[in-house]
DNA sequence: TAGATTGTTAATCGATTAACAATC
DNA sequence: TAGATTGTTAATCGATTAACAATC
């Protein structure tokens, strides 16, 4: 009945292998890069490449979704840009709520590259009476009390989580209770949400864990 | 010359597999998880079904660095986890300098879960004159003017970069030159580094376009 | 047209899962 | 001892890469 965000290597999304959609926000980083030169054009070959990865992986990617190529021209930056923005539903006006007015929340209220893409942060939330009432940039923090209040007149699409990880449940359980479609969890801890909510964890030390075992290899050569 | 930080699925890793790799810090924070809750023994079964994994997979990964079970009875709780912290390099003290001390700054800055795990961050630099001198927590922000000399005195492992985008290069280039070994990116650019340097990019905006994908299906499907 | 490059099928390679002998 | 569960080899499955006909 619940599930959780760690499936990294399962195989399927809407018969589309995981590991094809991983790499669509890459594709979409590294396109926006060509875009923001004012390129025009790029073959399968360039762009994989630039990438370090195979120009058959691209196209088999690709191919998932549609035909966006031309034989003997390659790609439209501009044109398979916006295949991909559309792909993963960019630029639609997503909103979001966060909860937790710390300094990562405080970040992420005010990540340009959000609104770059289409997110609208419409509230920002916290318990602490020192921070309630305290505008950061464009957004007033509101008591997490009228959290449920708020949802019920403004639908929600997205629930961030930047609370201590002590409450971080019982946030959740609040946001999915007052009907928001998914949720970005910061907090180091493994929710537990019901099957229909979408679910991304943002796992802050996992990265660092990573670089941590990397350089313990490097130590361990020398 | 120059390598990226998005081999995501690339194969090798000191003969271990990168798939495995990425797992570590996911059995490291169930273990964890067991800990906390004083459980002493756990089968491969048991914490495969906690994670959605199967037993299988767990066994084989952990076979790549030993053995660490005992047959008919499971893995000891706080032996395995402490095998994984050795693996991933854990609680060795490593330090970290900070660049830019903004929101997000100065959200890791203050990161408990990092001295959880042996991470030490000995400074924070910024280079806008309103934030030198000011002190958040523990840390005082210094003039990043100052970076290179600081570093000469006091050497660092890993450089973390949460500057602007603009900037980004040219702050990792300094860190290159001041002699860190890795460097963990928040920036969202590519960033281009000596081969011999450990690159993690932390794909804040990655995640976001994920979870906005598999809302844009969920929502496609109604 | 000739050259280039796509989209896609087929081949390879690696990762996941199953099975089981070893053994606590 | 009998039952359970590991560590590891073998089988399966899926993802990556190669190849090439279609075609701009």
């Not at 946030?171 to 979408?198: C, H, M, S, T, Y």
């Amino acid at each position: 009945m619940e599930h959780r965000s760690d499936d990294h290597h399962k195989h399927d999304l809407n018969g589309i292998p995981h590991s094809t959609i991983r790499r669509l926000p890459v594709y979409h980083r590294y396109l926006s890069d060509l875009n923001r030169k004012e390129v025009e054009r790029v073959s399968s070959r360039e762009l994989a490449a630039k990438m370090g990865i195979n120009p058959s992986q691209l196209r088999q990617d690709l191919g998932h979704f549609g035909s966006f190529g031309q034989q003997g021209y390659g790609y439209r930056v501009v044109e398979l840009l916006g295949e991909i923005d559309r792909i993963l539903g960019l630029n639609q006006g997503t909103t979001m709520v966060i909860i937790g007015a710390g300094h990562l929340g405080m970040a992420l209220a005010n990540y340009e590259h959000f609104t770059e893409y289409g997110f609208r942060v419409a509230a920002v939330f916290d318990n602490d009476p020192q921070k309630i009432g305290r505008t950061v940039d464009a957004h007033t923090v509101q008591n997490v009390a009228e959290l449920g209040e708020f949802l019920a007149k403004t639908p929600v699409a997205i629930g961030v989580i930047t609370t201590p990880t002590e409450v971080a449940q019982s946030i959740a359980d609040r946001l999915v209770e007052a009907g928001v479609k998914a949720i970005w969890n910061f907090a180091p801890v493994n929710l537990k949400v019901p099957e229909r909510i979408i679910l991304e964890h943002m796992h802050i030390s996992e990265s660092l864990f990573l670089l941590s075992y990397k350089l313990q290899q490097n130590n361990a050569a020398d």
